[in-house]
Structures are given as C-alpha cells and as structure tokens.
Nanobody, 115 residues
Framework: QLVESGGAMVQPGGSLRLSCAAS????????MSWVRQAPGKGPEWICA????????QYIDSVKGRFTISRDNANNTLYLLMNNLKPEDTALYSC???WGVGISFRGQGTQVTVSS
C-alpha cells in the first residue's frame, strides 16, 4: 500500500513537501517514482529514485525545482517541490517502480498552485 500526504493549495513560487508512506512490501528493494495527473490529462511520470537513493532522474520541466528522496528505515518516499508554477497543479501519486515499470500507485494527494 502507498499513501500520499502533504498536498495543498499554494501561491506561485511557493514550496511543498509531499510524503508517501509505504507498507506491505519490502520498500528498500524497489525503485520508486512520483507521477502526476493534471485535470483533463493523462498521467505524467515526473521523477524516480533507485533502491539505494543514490540515483535519481527527472523530467526537464521539474529539474532543478523538485527533489525526490527516500528514507528506507521508515519506508517513506518524499518529493520536495520548490518554485511551484500553476502548471504544476495536479494530483500527485507515488508508484513502485521506475517509469513504465511502475507496478502500482497510491490514491494521490492534490497540489494546486494559484494566486
């Protein structure tokens, strides 16, 4: 099971940190990703981190603004989002796996960026 939290409404330029609590599987054995879905659009993979937490990958539109990290001791995945833009508005969910290899995702947490 994956349960996201931390979503909120923020103004452009603001910051948020999302959390994803994992249970029911060996969290430290899996690569993990964040995926977002904007209103009226399909899911968009945005970043991933490997099992050990020492390799990450981002799409260009969030590179330099978002940071993915993980705490394997506490089975938690994080997404720190800085300098948020209106186009970042979406439902954010975490997924087990990397890119097209994601096997399942959580229900998501809503992020709205608006003035």
């Amino acid at each position: 099971q994956l349960v996201e939290s931390g979503g909120a409404m923020v103004q452009p330029g603001g910051s948020l940190r999302l959390s994803c609590a994992a249970s029911g599987f060996a969290f430290s054995s899996y690569d993990m990703s964040w995926v977002r879905q904007a209103p009226g659009k399909g899911p968009e993979w945005i970043c991933a981190i490997n099992r050990g937490g020492d390799r990450t990958q981002y799409i260009d539109s969030v590179k330099g603004r978002f940071t993915i990290s993980r705490d394997n001791a506490n089975n938690t995945l994080y997404l720190l989002m800085n300098n948020l833009k209106p186009e970042d508005t979406a439902l954010y969910s975490c997924g087990r796996g990397w890119g097209v290899g994601i096997s399942f995702r959580g229900q998501g947490t809503q992020v709205t960026v608006s003035s």
